[in-house]
């Protein structure tokens, strides 16, 4: 799939967005190995913290159904700035994917596209606690 295809996904993904209190909308989509793509929006709660983000919603929907590795994940929002994953997404991504390609869009469709392993050096994985 390329580019832009996948952030046509996220862009559809973000119609789902749960965001009363932000009013900031995310939409992911996530490609596994297989070539399946599966999507996320964030989920906002009253409680701020039980919020799930687009990525995550994305990511556990498609390890629940089996996929274990990404080849890519787009990301978009309304924004005119590029949305990048938070840390805690960057986290949870690379626990599969340490390289997986980010693409980071903003509502125009530009992006810019980078390895997580950039977006999230000397990260913490299972081995660090061997
Ligand atoms: N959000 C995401 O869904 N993904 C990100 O990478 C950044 C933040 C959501 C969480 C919350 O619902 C809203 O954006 C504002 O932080």
Redesign the pocket.
Known sequence: MTDLELIEKAKAAMKG?Y?P??R???G?ALEGRSGKVFTG????NASYGA???????ALFKAVTEGERDFTAIA?I?DSGSH????GI?RQALSEFSPGIAVICANRNMDYEKLPLNELLPHSFSGKDLE
């Open positions: 967005a965001a209190y932000s900031f909308r995310v992911a929006a964030n989920v906002e919020t799930c983000c687009a990525e995550r919603v990301v929002s949305t990048f994953p938070c997404c």
